[in-house]
């Protein structure tokens, strides 16, 4: 079946504006995590959405992240007024259900972004 | 309380032995590894769960000594697919649902 899908692949902005990021889970996976990596570092956990619970968004690094997640399924991360520190790759998972289930996650193939 | 990877680089010849170590300074629910190949999404390889169960991978196998609060990947006769970059991802349990995953171990298998 389709896998965790993300657009889009590569973004460059200039600093200040703002960008919004898709990503489209697994069909039928109730939880949603959204990850950044930059360049050579590992996994920041940033936001994590589980079915209708309101979401734990103790991992986004200032109030210009927000993400929201529709219908339990597609999930938009929004950054405002761009930073050059915002450029990374940013990854999104999707698990059937929580972590404390013990299932694992799959990763989408993440949205480059650039911010000029 | 990201979790200490270790070591942070290691290079192999084919078909030699490797171990990755993931320590964690809080008692650890699970403990999740993904590989991750340059410009690729991390791919799941293993979850080791508080009480002995595993599920994953045939061929990598992995330890997890919750007295210590870490756990340990065994890469045995490594080949070359096996390059990438190894994280672990500690599960503490609780209200949260989120990974905490270490900052990474970079394994280049040479033939």
């Known amino acids: 079946g389709a896998g965790v899908s993300q657009s889009p692949s590569n973004k460059v902005t200039e600093k200040g504006k703002d960008v919004e990021l898709r990503c489209d889970p697994i069909?039928?996976?109730?939880?949603l995590y959204w990850y950044r990596q930059s360049l050579g570092q590992g996994l920041e956990f940033l936001i994590y959405f589980q079915g209708n619970s309101a979401p734990d968004k103790s991992g986004l690094p200032s109030d210009r992240f927000s993400a929201e997640r529709t219908g339990g399924s597609v999930s938009t991360l929004t950054i405002q007024r761009t930073q050059q520190e915002d450029s990374a790759v940013y990854l999104c998972?999707?698990?059937?259900?929580?972590?404390?289930?013990?299932?694992?996650?799959?990763f989408g193939p993440g949205t480059r972004l650039t911010v000029t | 309380q990201q979790p200490v990877q270790s070591p942070q680089a290691v290079i192999l010849r084919e078909g030699e032995d490797a171990v990755i170590n993931c320590s964690s300074s809080?008692?650890?629910?699970?403990v999740h590894w993904y590989r991750q190949k340059h410009g690729e999404a991390p791919v799941f390889l293993m979850i080791?769960?508080?009480?002995?169960e595993q599920k994953g991978h045939e061929k990598i196998s992995a330890s997890f000594n919750e007295k210590k609060q870490q756990s340990s990947l065994y890469l045995t006769a490594s080949q070359l697919s096996y390059s990438g970059t190894y994280f672990c991802?500690?599960?503490?349990?609780?209200?949260?649902?989120?990974?905490?995953f270490g900052t990474g171990t970079l394994l280049a298998v040479q033939p």
């Open positions: 809080k008692a650890l629910y699970s």
């Open positions: 991802g500690t599960f503490y349990g609780g209200a949260t649902n989120k990974l905490i």
């Open positions: 998972a999707s698990s059937f259900t929580g972590t404390s289930g013990g299932f694992e996650q799959y």
């Open positions: 080791l769960l508080k009480g002995g």
């Open positions: 069909s039928g996976h109730t939880a």
